[in-house]
């Protein structure tokens, strides 16, 4: 089959677009805002863009906690979602109110960050700690502002627990990551193989 997106007319129950796109990692975002107030929240737009410097982005469809807590702020924390905690991601993905907790309302302890005053979650296997580089809307081909608000973070610390190090790597089988499919499917990284580059 063959569709054109500016119509839209795939004739199948559901967009098949963020399906093909996929598996996509899973941005667990967790901010502090002004007023003090927490929030976490998944993204599934989200991934690490450049390793020199470390960045990392996610995007956000609509003006959401998120982005408000970013701008306010400029820092963000990233956890590690994994399969483990795969409920809990579900449960943060409610639509609280602003100021209302989703560290409590997932039941996850908020840790401090050491370079950043945004909270990362204790239970995650890693986290990344993030200062904002840029925040802007992207635009389509005909020049309209989309609705979503992309994110970009450089990775200024790094929190890793001990138990997800095995022979000097973070350990994929141990900690399995979550990601998003499409549609309501997920799946996680444990079942891993390995290849080599090729050498020329």
Do not use: Q
């Amino acid at each position: 089959m063959f569709y054109d997106t500016a119509e839209n007319r795939h004739g199948l129950p559901h967009d098949p677009f963020k399906a093909i796109v996929s598996p996509r990692p899973i941005g667990w975002i967790g901010t502090r805002a002004a007023d003090g107030s927490l929030n976490l929240a998944p993204y599934s737009f989200f991934n690490a863009v450049s390793d020199r410097p470390k960045l990392v982005m996610f995007s956000s469809s609509g003006y959401k906690d998120s982005v408000r807590n970013i701008e306010e702020t400029g820092e963000f924390t990233a956890s590690f979602a994994s399969r483990n905690l795969s409920e809990a991601v579900n449960a943060t993905s409610a639509p609280a109110p602003h100021g209302e907790s989703e560290f409590e309302i997932a039941g996850l302890t908020p840790v401090e960050g050491r370079l950043v005053r945004a909270p990362f979650v204790g239970e995650a296997f890693a986290a990344l700690e993030c200062r904002m580089t840029d925040i802007y809307r992207p635009k389509g081909l005909d020049g309209v502002v989309s609705e979503s608000y992309v994110v970009f973070g450089a990775v200024v610390g790094i929190h890793i627990r001990d138990e997800a190090i095995r022979d000097g790597r973070f350990d994929m089988a141990t900690v399995r990551p979550l990601a998003r499919l499409g549609y309501m499917d997920y799946c996680d990284g444990g079942d891993v193989f390995e290849m080599m580059r090729p050498i020329r």
